[in-house]
């Protein structure tokens, strides 16, 4: 079953030149899946592993906050507000989108 | 291509026993995280990370020297992307009715969430590396890091910044939910896909399957938008 993912990987590098590879690599497994066929049953197994263990695969690269050179990190307060009033403005704007079409109503 | 498998297979064994301090804090965080009954605050991230940290100043391993050992760990993270791919398939075709209204929340929500760091990055630091550095935080890992390489921002810094929009995300979006009054699970994973990307999705997928289906959705769809419009974008703003 990893073969299937080594395979889904194989055909992103070789056609993810400009796209990132993993993305490319989605979106080929995407239209494969479309069609019905073996390759769900065999695929989705593995799948839901990995996106259940997600949050291990970032944890190295989170490690590295830590570790940041004195420069970046005095910005890193101010970075923060940045991050949180952009995405609370963003989360706002797209309720209030959604809620303005009206799409939470229809089911 | 032999090259490209060969670096990957180098990533893959360069791993060490050191890894073992990764899945240990993963597992230190995971069980405190199920025993607070699963309080954002004490995201496994959040617990098992400083956690991991002080242990590598204990033990005086670099953090360079750590990152490598976990290459297995980090080449994970392009399968995993692709495995997205699985349940946006299922999901998708339950989605078909409303799928105009999903590409117009994706696109102007992604455009949003993007454009809406970039100025207010560019009105507080003035710093216009921290400012390309930022602009692809509502973007799952994988997929911002590539785009931060192709803007030229910090690619060290990427990881925090999209860690932190996505922890950010799940701590303010059930009460903005709360006082618009979106009650609606679909659009509220959605909503947590697009701005919050993998920790969102992991959070609405806690909450239902469905949940969770839409905020893979609004997850993958803003990935694949924002990669096509910030580069250039970018690109005709700094010229």
């Known amino acids: 079953m990893v073969i299937f993912q080594w395979l889904g990987e194989l055909v992103v590098q070789r056609a993810g030149v400009i796209v990132p590879g993993s993305l490319m690599g989605m979106l080929l497994l995407l239209i494969f899946l479309a069609y019905p066929s073996r390759l769900a049953s065999i695929v989705e197994p593995v799948s839901n592993r990995l996106i259940q263990n997600l949050s291990l695969l970032f ?5 590295g906050v830590f570790f940041l050179g004195p420069a970046i990190s005095l910005q890193i307060p101010l970075l923060m507000v940045v991050i949180a009033l952009s995405t609370l403005l963003a989360i706002i704007f797209m309720a209030v989108l959604i809620k303005t079409i009206g799409a939470d109503k229809n089911d | 291509m032999t090259d490209l498998l060969a670096m ?5 064994t360069a791993s060490s026993w050191v890894m073992l301090l990764s899945v240990t804090g993963f597992w230190l965080g995971m069980s405190i995280y199920r025993r607070s009954s699963e309080k954002p605050l004490l995201h496994p991230l959040i617990i098992g990370t400083p956690f ?16 490598k050992a976990n290459g ?6 392009g399968p ?22 999903l590409t117009i929340a994706v696109l102007f929500g992604g455009f949003f969430a993007a454009v809406s760091a970039l100025s207010l990055a560019l009105w507080l630091t003035s710093e216009p590396i921290m400012m390309l550095s930022i602009a692809a935080k509502s973007v ?3 997929i911002a890091m590539v785009i931060t390489q192709q803007l030229g921002g910090l690619i060290t810094l990427i990881t925090p910044i999209v860690l932190f929009t996505g922890i950010i995300g799940i701590l303010v979006a059930p009460r903005v939910f709360h006082i618009v009054g979106l009650e609606d699970e679909r659009w509220q994973g959605l909503i947590l896909g697009v701005t919050a990307h993998a920790i969102g999705t992991l959070k609405a997928f806690e909450k239902s399957p469905r949940c969770g289906a839409f905020s893979t959705i609004g997850m993958g769809l803003n990935g694949i938008w924002t990669s096509i419009f910030l580069v250039p974008m970018i690109q005709i703003f700094t010229v």
């Open chain 2, 8 to 12: 990957q297979w180098q990533q893959i």
């Open chain 1, 59 to 63: 944890i190295p690269a989170c490690v």
């Open chain 2, 72 to 77: 297995l760990l980090s080449w994970l993270l």
């Open chain 2, 80 to 101: 995993a992307t692709v495995a997205l791919a699985v349940p946006l398939a299922k999901y998708l075709k339950q989605m078909s009715k409303v799928i105009p209204i």
């Open chain 2, 52 to 67: 991991i940290a002080i242990l590598l100043v204990l033990m005086s391993v670099d953090f360079d020297q750590y990152y």
């Open chain 2, 140 to 142: 799952t890992t994988p």
